[in-house]
């Protein structure tokens, strides 16, 4: 995207211009700053660039019709669903159908060893809900797991549905799996690939793991790269809570197809906190943010480390957003923000202040980011690596977090990770701090309505494993 | 001022697009191809200046796909482009009303790309031709040889290809057309259901005969 050259000049915090129609035609307020503004002219400075995304509150959405939603819901019907996964999503869909009205429109595909449509385009009258309702009853599990066969199929659905209607529709699927993709596609890389293409093309998808024995590599990459959310149903029970909870965040939704987009000043090198999906041309740095429900709010922490330079030579960031208002055609570009870094001595460096909600802010992720990419680590069996990676970033997240009111606790968090995480953590309590840390980078609530153990309970209890000197976790393999 | 030939690496300094992403788009039949083969490759300032315009394209349509801003750039003039890459011009005033007809033209986009991802024997196309393999009609990946291969010789071996498939396609039930334009007056139009390595085979035919049109004798 190229930047608008209408800026604001001191660009650390604007709202974007309205462009939209109507009250799903509301823009994102978009805020960017720097934690410090000048950088050592010597070069390696390390800063932070804070985005702040806001989505528009839909305060009509009670007094008009929604928009139609052209939905597909694709269940893992594998035989690891047998039983009380399979008949909660069962139980899932039903209550979809109950909650979809007359002009929506629905898709049902399960998978296990193939794929197979149940209901295609079905119209949510009476007759269409007692059709699908007829269809869901019989679902049985099969066999082994052929995720992308089953998503693409439901994709296809709505697909066929979106080549077809006269009108605008909300487009979404829903996937529920319990378990890895073991048949067909399993590369997320490749299965990202193809969420994206179809996001683009307008085809979201949000994605529930289901149980402990989910891959949350796929799911993730699949929802993060279609525009989507990704949730966690660890229990049969919450299936239905869920599923109904994202039925309503989708409804809920007033910014679809969110990206950023940065322009940064030549020899700059940036890294995004947590899992954002990021793609670098050039100068130039694309972010996949995604959907965000009315009045949501959302962070994005950028890492930037500057080359050497002169003092007194400033360095402009843009910062751009483009976005959908679900209902409104084509996508809005805010105008852009610019940021600015300034080259100066150490002492310059020293001297300047520290905005403390900002670090705080900066902290939060940053903190949020070594978790996640340590566990990830760890769960790979690569417990060195791990170990390696979380003591390099703790050297600076150390100084960093220095007179932040929460810095203590972050850092004793951090401390306790790297003393425990060269061994494999018992997999479901790293799967819920996985996601937990997923959630937390992503400012997305967790819909789940039980409460999880905390980080700190969680590492309790690996501390005490390692002081009664329990043998780690052995891999576990799909 | 700028010169008149530009190497891949120049293109990629002038536009902040990465030398891969230059060449997949030559590819796709985005931009006309290099005047000279080999590790000196020579592009004009035409190749530039579609470039430009191209991500002024994307840009401006955010929710454009590569094909669709594709499509853009085939609708421009010469003049347009010229004016356009020198910053005289918008691409909104120019192609707006242009975007809402490809954006409707599109809505079929996902379907589209869904079905390119089966495989060729689920195919309309090869299903309903017997013993004739998806490969034996299009190679699945270009080769450097066939980059090698003067123009003339490319666009009569496409065209006889096309001959062929648009024998194949009889029978067909749906009525998919891909239409490539290949000047303001002249478009190349094929029916059938095609994996996104054959249409980019066709996007590469349809530049061949672009070249031939437009420039003359191939060199």
Redesign the interface.
Known sequence: ??IPSSHNANGHHAGSQHTGNGPLGAAPRIGALLDRNIVHTAGRSVRHLVITIDAPLDQTAASRPRLPLNLGLVIDASGSMDGRPLEAAKAAALGVVDALQESDHLSLVSFATSAQSHACNVRMDALGKAAVREAIRPLVSRDSTDLAAGW?LG??G???R??A?QGVER?QCILLSDGHANRGECDPAVLAQ?AH??R????LTSTVGIGIGYSPTQLQAIAEAAGGRMHDAEQPEEIVEIVLAELAETLSTTVE?L?LCLKLPEGVVAEVYGTTPATA????LDLIVGALRSGASRRVVVKLTFPAGTSGDRLPIGVAA?W?NPGA???H?SPALAVEALFGSAADCQAQPRPTDTAQRVAEQWQAHIQHRGLALNQDGAGEAATEFVRQELEHFRSYCHGLPEGDRLTNLLERFLQTIHRRYDPVAAKEMLFSSYKLSRSEADLRRRKRSSTEEFLRTEEAKANQGQPPQEPRRP | MEPDAFTLQDL?THT???PR?IRSYVEKGILPGPESLGRGARYTRDTLDRLRVF??IR?T???V?VDQARLHLQALTPAQIRNLAAGKGKVATLLGPQN?AV?EQ??????A???G?KPSSEHALFSRTPGKESAGIFPPKHTDSTDQQPLLEQASRALATLAGLAGSGRGLRGENWYRIRLTQDIELSVRGEFAPDQLAQFHRIGDALRTLLTKGTPK
């Open positions: 995207m190229t693409l994709c296809e709505i697909a066929e979106l080549a209607a487009n193809h293409q179809l683009v093309r307008g085809v197809n990206e041309t050039g100068r130039q483009r959908k055609e084509g996508l570009t | 990629a902040g697009v990465e992403t991500l002024l840009d349509f955010r929710d796909s809402a954006k599109h809505k079929g986009d996902a379907l790309y869904l079905r991802l």
